[in-house]
């Protein structure tokens, strides 16, 4: 009986710890030029001229190019590289996504001559809407083919691949893969090489992988693995295999809940490894490979002990380079003392050797009462900054053109229909007298600028096709029913609009806290109908975030539009507006943490607003009264009713009248009318300032040169003394080297122009970067220059002073000539909406 039991247990622990096979959302695998499918290794790729794969060449017919089989039949997947398809103008492949995060994007070249196209002298670039894959590419001299696989973090609704062709050559690809994988493939930290620390911002990081090394095994292919994933055996990049054997297992690995799996390496790579050969004179064994030296890259060790008799007898080092990756490794220690447990480490190495070489080692411990000893299982080598330069896009037909003539059809017949029905109408009406109704009256009709809305079917500001997918996800219908709220159920809510309920007001009008019938509390915005804010705004606000879901922004509860009403419902955000911890109220201060983890919130949900789309959503009134807090201090984005979408592929920026809040307004923005997603850049910059001075953002009690938060922030930081005028209650906590990152990011945003400025993306990397230098050891002082904003391509160009000076006279204010009463007159409402 005992033994049964025994069985039956080791039968659930195998179970349970066996992890199930990933089934990627997105599966798309492109036989590019060719009329016929493909199959390799199981697996099919389609012709791309299905219905499964839109192939735009908007200025040129593309080019179905093949070569003879026996060209090819030397190489792996051979069938994939008997077709091309060849591009002689900007031409794009694009792929409807059915899940966002993590994707493998695999291309597939091998030149050969077709015609008069020789693809062996191509030269071309490769982009995505966000990343540039490929710049200047040619083909190597050897003739041979080569795959390029990259993973991305895709969040767009559609992946558009563009080829351009470079000078008077030609652009072409064989095959395409586009895989969905799970997200956790990449976590989102990893340790520093050199200076030692902690790295983060990788989830989000496009990855181009250079190596993938199945360590003392056979090479694997896209079969063996979960991931279709190919591993080459590491026979070729061993620099002294005299001090290393091969070790193989038959045996179980021991998979654990939490720990490494079969979507991170296969079976194969875990169960064979390298170890290093008993001696009394064991060096190490090395491995070295040929890579960008001006790059930074991410390398994981995968480690399994399947050489090992017992618990804690193997213990090693671990080196990249000249520098120390694991010192005295006791693999027991990291998977509780079990055996055979497969396990993996991350390094990100800031740069290699300049003369582009990369080396890996496994040596003996220093410890004298450890033998020599060592394995390594598997090894990945993925290249960072793989961008070079700038992005192309060649965007696919909308829906709606390639539908024209159904459309067409469909008005037509729809025309006829209604003429019809009228005819008849008219005939039954002269046959049939019937009384005229009274009209309303006209106390009672609503008022002209206030008409309540009905907007079932709601097109969505700014997210084109992803709209629908995201609305239908979160509502369950394409329509705004589910977002109405009966006007007598907000009565209720907040006792007929209590003056004890309200918890704010704003230039749109109050807002009331309110409990729902289900018990859930709300914070409800009425409009004031004397407001200078109206119907715009609402439907605005309603468009926009009943199609916008994410942590860092406040989520829209429903609205309603009856009895001329104009109210939005809100989740509630329990600690109220950042602007009220900072000064102005009795709040609690903010630590200097938590004030850091708050920029990074806000910063998240403002990267997503001009990232997360087809085109970017501008925010427009960017401040520090709607930046709100739940009740664990999560930062959230709020009020979106002045919100624009940012422009078309081939322009700049939005024209468009000047709103905002004063104080925070882009200077730039303010002179020319040009409003950009940098525009949000300079309010957020304001914030930060705010944030870490904790005085308002236009103060006229203060002497002229002090009045503007912005002007007067910024003079001290580039003397290099904001230390000077932060919280007095937060100076002593703050360390020098996380204000000297911080301060430079605030520069950074307060650049007069916006071409100077950075992407939100990038604040957000240097402020997570400030948190980890708060929170690190004093070593991380000597971080170099890899980890603050990118710097500016030389050839960017300021906007010429002419350009300025014709601009509407009207916009521009000599504040020298200008009294305080007057300057101050002209100011907008600075408080939440």
């Not at 996800?473 to 029913?481: A, I, L, Q, R, V």
């Not at 997503?608 to 970017?616: C, D, E, I, N, R």
Request: glycine share 6%; with cysteine.
């Amino acid at each position: 009986m005992d033994k049964l039991v025994l069985a039956l247990l080791g039968i659930i622990y195998i179970l349970g710890t066996c992890s199930a096979e990933f089934t990627p959302a997105d599966n798309y695998l492109v036989n590019c030029g060719s009329m016929v499918d493909a199959t390799v290794s199981g697996r099919v790729f389609v012709a791309d001229n299905s219905q499964s794969v839109v192939l735009t060449s908007p200025q040129t017919q593309s080019i179905a190019a093949n070569t003879s089989l026996d060209s090819v039949l030397s190489f792996d997947n051979a069938v994939l590289y008997q077709t091309a398809r060849i591009f002689t103008a900007p031409s794009s492949y694009s792929f409807k996504m059915k899940s966002s995060g993590r994707h493998f994007v695999r291309l597939y070249f091998f030149p050969f001559r077709y015609q008069s196209y020789d693809l062996a002298k191509a030269k071309f670039k490769v982009s995505t809407e966000d990343v540039v894959l490929l710049d200047n590419f040619t083909m190597p001299s050897n003739s041979s083919p080569v795959v390029r696989e990259y993973s991305l973090n895709i969040t767009r609704e559609m992946l558009i691949l563009t080829f351009v062709p470079e000078g008077n050559t030609s652009s072409f690809v064989n095959a395409i893969e586009v895989i969905s994988v799970p997200d956790y493939l990449i976590a989102n930290s990893a340790q520093l090489l050199h200076p030692i620390g902690q790295y983060l911002g990788l989830e989000t990081q496009p990855l181009q992988t250079f190596y993938r090394i199945n360590v003392g095994g056979p090479k694997i292919t896209a079969e063996n693995d979960t991931l279709t994933r190919t591993w080459l055996t590491d026979q070729s990049f061993i620099q002294n295999p005299a001090v290393a054997h091969p070790v193989t297992s038959q045996g179980n690995l021991n998979y654990q809940k939490g720990g490494a799996t079969r979507e991170d390496a296969p079976d194969s790579v875990y169960n064979t490894a390298m170890r290093l050969t008993n001696g009394s004179s064991v060096s190490n064994m090395t491995w070295r490979f040929n890579v960008d030296g001006r790059s930074s890259y991410l390398i994981r060790f995968h480690f399994c002990d399947i050489a090992s008799t017992s618990s804690h007898l193997l213990i090693f080092n671990s080196y990249v380079d000249n520098w120390s990756a694991s010192n005295n490794l006791d693999l027991s220690e990291q998977v509780l003392g079990v055996l055979a447990v497969p396990w993996y480490v991350d390094f990100v190495l800031q740069s290699s050797d300049p003369s582009g070489k990369l080396t890996v080692s496994i040596g003996p411990s220093g410890l004298g009462n450890v033998a020599p000893d060592g394995i390594l299982n598997g090894l990945e080598i993925m290249k960072m900054n793989i961008s070079t330069g700038s992005v192309y896009v060649v965007k696919p037909p909308s829906a709606s053109k390639r539908q024209l003539p159904i459309i067409l059809g469909s008005v037509l017949g729809g025309i006829c229909a209604v003429i019809i029905a009228i005819v008849l109408c008219v005939i039954v009406r002269r046959k049939t007298a019937k009384k005229k109704k009274p009209q309303t009256p006209l106390t009672s009709r609503p008022s002209s600028s206030w008409t309540p809305l009905s907007l079932n079917g709601l097109s969505f500001l700014s997210t084109g096709t992803r709209t629908t997918s995201r609305t239908s996800h979160t509502s369950g219908t394409n329509s705004d029913t589910s977002y109405r709220i009966p006007f007598v159920v907000l009565l209720e809510a907040t006792n007929h609009f209590d003056e004890q309920m309200v918890i704010g007001v704003g230039g749109f009008g109050k807002v009331y806290r309110a409990v729902l019938q289900d018990s859930s509390k709300v914070a409800v915005k009425r409009g004031n109908q004397k407001s200078h804010q109206g119907i715009r705004e609402f439907r605005t606000e309603i468009e926009l975030l009943s199609g916008l879901r994410h942590r860092h922004l406040v989520s829209l509860i429903g609205y309603c539009d009856e009895h001329s009403e104009m109210i939005l419902v809100y989740e509630y955000m329990e600690k109220g507006t950042l602007k009220s911890h900072l000064y102005g109220s009795d709040q609690p201060p903010l630590s200097w943490k938590k004030r850091l983890e708050i920029c990074i919130g806000s910063a998240r949900g403002l990267h997503y607003l001009h990232t997360g789309f087809a085109k970017s959503i501008i925010h427009r009134d960017v401040k520090s009264a709607n930046i709100l807090l739940d009740e664990n201090l999560m930062a959230k984005v709020s009020d979106f009713g002045l919100s624009k979408t940012g422009p078309e592929l081939d322009q700049t920026h939005v024209s468009t009248a000047v709103k905002g809040s004063f104080g925070y307004l882009d200077p730039e923005y303010f002179r020319r009318q040009k409003l950009t997603d940098k525009s949000d850049v300079y309010s957020f910059g304001v914030v930060l300032l705010e944030v870490i001075c904790a005085r308002p953002v236009i103060d006229p009690t203060l002497p002229r040169d002090m009045i503007n938060l912005a002007e007067w922030g910024i003079k001290w930081q580039k003397r290099g003394e904001l230390d000077q005028i932060i919280d007095k209650r937060i100076s002593g906590t703050i360390r020098p080297e996380a204000l000297r990152k911080f301060g430079e990011t605030i520069e950074k945003c307060l650049a007069e122009y916006g071409v100077e400025r950075p992407t939100m993306g990038d604040v957000l990397w240097n402020l997570e970067f400030v948190l980890q230098l708060q929170e690190a050891g004093p070593d991380m002082s000597h971080i170099n220059s890899m980890n603050h904003i990118s710097g500016l391509h030389p050839n960017t160009q300021r906007i010429s002073t002419l350009e300025i000076s014709t601009t509407d006279e009207s916009l521009l204010v000599d504040y020298s000539q200008m009294s305080a009463s007057n300057a101050f007159s002209q100011l907008m409402n600075t408080e939440g909406r």
